[in-house]
Structure formats: structure tokens, C-alpha cells
């Protein structure tokens, strides 16, 4: 399994981006996928998850109502759409995904939000 987050970059307070996250190899639509995060000096922080059928979703606190997780199994892509950023969203963002045997990681996406 190879996951490959792109979308990330350079965005202003108060803007928008949206993260994929491309899966290759034996990626199921029973797995369960993540978006994680990682700030300068920080802990890895998780920030949201998807059931294998897209049907169930959570997120963490910090990024409700302003993050939505979604996917398209057709593709197997993860997607994360991200808005009202704020400074404070601004870290490395991985995707995973949760097979039978073990949970994969993606190299990260940087986002960087300026004040």
C-alpha cells in the first residue's frame, strides 16, 4: 500500500485548501482512513476520521466545523477540505489508512497559514 497526500501549500488566515490523499495497492473500501498532523515542535495530532464507506465521519475538536473528510473509493482517494484556516493549522498533514494487517502512512503535506 503507497499513500501520497498533495494540495498542501501556502494560504492566508481565513482561506481554503483541500488536501488528497492518493492510495495504491491493496486499499479496501472497508478501510478506515485518517488525517493527522504535525506542527513544528509538536506532537503528531490526529484530526479526523472516515469509515470505510464514507458513511461515518469524526473530528477533532480543534478543526470541527471548519474540516470535512470525505472519500471516493472509485479512486481511492482521500480527501480533506479545509477552511476558516487559521495560523495554528499550519503543520505537516499525513493521511492513513487502516488495512487488516497494519496501518500505512503517507509521506505528509506541508500547509502553511500566514497571519
Known amino acids: 500500500v503507497q499513500l501520497v497526500e498533495s494540495g498542501g501549500g501556502l494560504v492566508q488566515a481565513g482561506g481554503s485548501l483541500r488536501l488528497s490523499c492518493a492510495a495504491s495497492?491493496?486499499?479496501?473500501?472497508?478501510?478506515?482512513m485518517n488525517w493527522y498532523r504535525q506542527a513544528p515542535g509538536k506532537q503528531r495530532e490526529w484530526v479526523a476520521v472516515?469509515?470505510?464507506?464514507?458513511?461515518?465521519?469524526s473530528y477533532a475538536d480543534s478543526v470541527k466545523g471548519r474540516f470535512t473528510i470525505s472519500r471516493v473509493n472509485a479512486n481511492n482517494t482521500l480527501y480533506l477540505q479545509m477552511n476558516s484556516l487559521k495560523p495554528e493549522d499550519t503543520a505537516v498533514y499525513y493521511c492513513?489508512?487502516?488495512?487488516?494487517?497494519?496501518?500505512?502512512w503517507g509521506p505528509g503535506t506541508q500547509v502553511t497559514v500566514s497571519s
Open positions: 472516515i469509515t470505510g464507506d464514507g458513511r461515518a465521519t
Open positions: 495497492g491493496s486499499i479496501s473500501s472497508d478501510d478506515v
Open positions: 492513513t489508512a487502516t488495512t487488516s494487517s497494519r496501518t500505512y
